[in-house]
Every structure is written in C-alpha cells, then in structure tokens.
C-alpha cells in the first residue's frame, strides 16, 4: 500500500487541478503496475548518461519514470549482429556492469530485480524494478555456459535475434534465410531458457523463428517489443496468426512505440527518403562508425530533411492504442502490454516522447472505453502475469 500512496502522492497536487475524467484516468494510472517490456537505456549508460540525472535528449531516467508512474523497467543491454565473436560476452558484462553501478548509485529509487515476488517488493517500496535482459542471442558466443553466466548475473529475458539473424536464429529481416529458424542449437538455447527461467522474447524473428519457438517453449514467450502488421505492414510486426498463437501459449506482447512500426504511410515514406540519400547516410556512418555521438550529429543534418519529408503523417498516441485495439479484439486483454522500445528508437508518437507521457496511454484506453481491470493488464499485469510464471 506504500507504494501507490507514494505515487499518488507525488501527483496530488497536479489532480487537484483535474477534471473528474482526468483524476479518474491518473488515479487509475497510479494504483495499476506500468512495466515496460523494453528500453535501450542501458547502451546510453555505457556512454556516459546518468539515471539520476535529467536529460532532453533521453527518453528514460529516473525523474522521468516517476513522472510517467513506471514501475518496472526491463533494460535491454543490445549488441549487433557483427560484434566480433569472442568480445560479445565481455560487452554486455560491460553493459551490465554501468547498469548495475547506477542503480546501486541510486538504491533509495530503483533495485533490480529477478523474479515477480521482488519484483512486487520493490514496487511497493516506492522504488523501480528494474529487469535485465539481454537483445540478441550473439551474445552467449554459441555456448550455454554464457547462458548460464548471464543468468547469474541477473539477466532474466534475452531476445534471441535482432536486424540480421545470428549463427543459429532467423531474423524477420532475412529474406534468405540459411536454416529454417533455429538450429539443433538455437533448439537447446529454448531449452535451457525453460530450464533456468529465463524469458523468450521474439521480437525481431523471423515467423519460422516464431513457429518453432512456440512448438518447442514450455513457457509462455513474449515478443518484447511488436506491433500489428495488419495495421502496418513490416516484417517486425506480428501477424494475426502470430498474435493468435503467442497468445494461444499465454505469452504476451509488448507494443513498440517507433514510429516507422506504427504507421504504414511514415514507414514507406521513411524508405524512399533513405533510399535517395543512402549514399550520403553510408558515408557519415562509415566516417564516424567508432564513435556514436558525432555520428549522431553528422546525421542531424539528414534527420532534419527526413522530418521534412513525414511532417505531414501523423502518429500520435492514438495510433499506438488502434494497435492495442486490433489485438484485443483479436485474442482479448490478457495477451498486449507496454514495449516502449524507448532509447533505441529515433522518432516517437506526438505524445509518447519520452517516459514521463506514458500516462497519455491510459487516458486514450479510458477514452476508449476501456474497463479498468483490462487497463492494468495492459499498462502492466499482462507483463507480471508472464514473469511469474517464468522466473521462479
């Protein structure tokens, strides 16, 4: 009780000014569980951010969350594809290592935790569950022992593949794929997840990828961070028959806030400016491809023509509930949650630009309609019901 007296609290002053609506839609916000299924902030921590410390820039830290009433935070430590092989597993102990720093920097508003039970603890202590995980399966250097290591060390959901598909996972973006999903050891990688209690998360896999992984999961799986490609069509979002099936398994899905897998329209849009100036994006990537920030700044430039271009499209909130929408209809409110896919993405929602908005996506379920309890089974219970049953 703590705990949501505390997050009620911090917001008592601004609901005093509210409509009816309005304090109903907080107040609801502030007693549900919000969990995101899936940030890149711990990449941005390697590079110098501070949770505890405000940044424009940053769609995550501290003062952000408690603004956005977040609850638990899963923090994806990412490593691409083409990471040389024998530095994967060091790099993400490194990613873990900066992450781990901040939050015991800052033990009285965050602590990790590694199963549901601590996590609810945490949570009603007035402070973030934070849940490590690990995006793409390179990392465990085609060895369960790194598995293994990885679990030690906190780590409780991997996202199997990313853009390009790994030595034994088909990535959604492989047109030509080598295997069919998995291989004999991308097979023992599930297993031994099963065994240990380690979340699946198939984001960024290819539907063969899907198919096998609910053939062979004794587990609900997830996909961390999709959204609907009946509303737009991208090979990173799910298709009505996946939706039906990881729901049919009782996982659930996380719905990713980028705006180029919301909207049909910004995608292709998106394309064909990349398109037109790739041989200008490649040679600013290549140029500064050792060094993130002035990279970044090289490509503002570009960026800014690119807004130009989508100016026009509107994404908004609304938009990221139609997908909400479209799934509950399809398999009902057990099965959609929150995968923000914040820090790893460079265009959000008008709306959603950083954390602390999240309660935006209440207030369009409220609007909508929607009952109270299939709210907090989407901002969070959906996500809690998943971890517990996993990690035990």
Known sequence: MIWRLAKIGATIGVIITMSCSERNMRSLH??????DMHCDTALRLLGGRELARADSAGHVDLDKMKKGGVDLQVFACWIPTDTPAGSRRAKVDEMLDSLYRQIENNSDRIAVCADAAAARKIIESGRVAALPAIENGVAIENNLDNLDHFYRRGVRCLTLTHTSS??????????????????????????????????ID????????????????????????????????????????????????????????FCGYLS???????????????AEIDSIRERFKDDRQERHKALAGVFALMDSAV????????????????MVKLVG????????????????PQGLSDCSMLPNITAELVRRGYSEADIAKILG??????FAAVCR
């Open 166 to 199: 790994n030595d034994w996972c088909i990535s959604s973006a492989d047109t030509s794929p080598a295997f069919d999903g998995l291989t004999p050891f991308g097979r023992k990688v599930i297993e031994r997840m099963n065994d240990l209690g380690m979340i």
């Open 311 to 326: 100016a026009g499209i509107k994404v908004d909130v609304a938009l990221v509930v139609d997908h909400i929408d479209h």
């Open 264 to 278: 049909q329209k910004w995608s292709e849009t998106v394309d064909s400016f990349t398109a037109a100036h790739k």
């Open 202 to 257: 198939v984001s960024h896999a290819h539907p063969a990828t899907v198919r096998e992984v609910l053939r062979l999961s004794r587990h609900p799986i997830i996909a961390s961070h999709s959204c609907a490609r009946t509303i737009c069509d991208h090979d990173r979002n799910l298709t009505d028959d996946q939706i039906k099936a990881i729901a049919a398994g009782g996982g659930v899905i996380g719905i990713n806030f």
């Open 30 to 35: 502030e007693q549900a569980i919000v969990a």
């Open 333 to 348: 409110a057990d099965y959609v949650g929150l995968g923000s896919d914040f820090d790893g993405v460079y265009r959000l």
């Open 381 to 386: 219970g959906n996500f809690m019901r998943v």
